[in-house]
Nanobody
Framework: LVQLAESGGGSVQVGGSLRLSCEVS????????MGWFRQSPGREREGVAA???????FYADSVKGRFTIAKHTHKNAMYLQMDSLNSEDTAIYYC?????????????????WGQGTQVTISS
């Protein structure tokens, strides 16, 4: 029904910036919520940022003031702008979408997932 594809991962130094993109295909008009989760080795997947169709945005405390989630204005995609990166941000980042629910409490809120893109922050 909905397909997601991430891009933009890579390696940067502490204090640097990266922008992740998520291209959406399929029945995108049905999407209610889109978000980003991340997972680092030995840790559970955690919510990073999300926004819903009504314009509400959600951010994890660890990224507030540093990350910005938004929808692309000219294409069927969204992005995550990540600034002031630190080593704790190293993880695989996943794009997620759902047709009904929104939030960062649990990955179970989202039914559609991308394959993930690696982000590595080096000192």
């Amino acid at each position: 029904l909905v397909q997601l594809a991430e891009s933009g991962g890579g390696s940067v130094q502490v204090g640097g910036s990266l922008r992740l993109s998520c291209e959406v295909s399929g029945v995108s008009d049905l999407i209610y919520c889109m978000g980003w989760f991340r997972q680092s080795p030995g840790r559970e997947r955690e919510g990073v940022a999300a926004f819903d169709r009504n314009g509400a945005t959600f951010y994890a405390d660890s990224v507030k003031g540093r990350f910005t989630i938004a929808k692309h204005t000219h294409k069927n995609a969204m992005y995550l702008q990540m600034d002031s990166l630190n080593s704790e941000d190293t993880a695989i980042y996943y794009c997620a979408a759902d047709l009904v629910r929104c939030g960062l409490e649990s990955e179970s809120l989202f039914n559609y997932w991308g394959q993930g893109t690696q982000v590595t922050i080096s000192s």
